[in-house]
Nanobody, 128 residues
Framework: QVQLVESGGGLVQAGGSLSLSCAAS????????MAWFRQAPGKVRDIVAA????????YYADSVKGRFTISRDNAKNAVYLQLNSLKPEDTAVYFC?????????????????????WGQGTQVTVSS
């Protein structure tokens, strides 16, 4: 049974930082792109950041560029998201995602439909 489990969410003041982690089990994703998405109440789930299997290629949504950093550790089958300079508009449930298809081609995937496996989400709340 494949599972993705996020941790590290919480309540923080504007300008603060949080570190999110996502641990995968049940299969390896060392040759698959992974990503973080977020969903605020009443809004669609949007891409925040994506990373290729090697970690050499990353993508960030314009709204988080320069503030968030995505990374991964294939030995631990994990992906991380460092959130700095947080703003109230960053408040959302954050989900990690992993693409089911492994490939030697090193690329980032940015669409929700690109990902087969999802975590249950972790709440990030930024107070003003």
């Amino acid at each position: 049974q494949v599972q993705l489990v996020e941790s590290g969410g919480g309540l923080v003041q504007a300008g603060g930082s949080l570190s999110l982690s996502c641990a995968a089990s049940g299969r390896t994703f060392s040759r698959s792109p992974m990503a973080w998405f977020r969903q605020a109440p009443g809004k669609v789930r949007d891409i925040v950041a994506a990373i290729s299997w090697s970690g050499n290629s990353t993508y960030y949504a314009d709204s988080v560029k320069g503030r968030f950093t995505i990374s991964r550790d294939n030995a631990k089958n994990a992906v991380y998201l460092q959130l700095n300079s947080l703003k109230p508009e960053d408040t959302a449930v954050y989900f990690c995602a992993a693409r089911g298809l492994a490939s030697s081609y090193d690329y980032t995937a940015k669409g929700r439909l690109d990902y087969s496996y999802w975590g249950q989400g972790t709440q990030v709340t930024v107070s003003s």
